[in-house]
């Protein structure tokens, strides 16, 4: 038996959630079941809206995130000269 080896089925549920504007993915958990992240999926949706998030998509996965919001807008790029 290898203890290091995950299985799906260990991992908690999660809701993620993707937004358009900003550009970011955030995760909200964990989750016993997915009933209970389906019932807090709205609200984490209506949270976000409320902060002018836009073109949000919502599913319910079960997973282990590692960062719980990550940013996908393009980072600056600063050129220095010596």
Not at 6 to 21: D, G, L, R
Request: proline share 4%; charged share 25%; aromatic share 14%.
């Amino acid at each position: 038996m290898n203890l290091f080896q995950s299985n799906e089925s260990e991992f908690a549920w999660w809701v993620e959630i993707n937004t358009a504007v900003p550009r970011c993915t955030y995760y909200f958990g964990p989750f016993d079941s997915e009933k209970e992240a389906q019932l807090s999926r709205s609200g984490y949706v209506e949270d976000l809206y409320q902060e002018e998030a836009r073109d949000i998509i919502a599913v319910i996965k079960q997973c282990q995130p590692h960062v719980l919001t990550i940013s996908h807008d393009k980072a600056k790029v600063e050129i220095f000269s010596f």
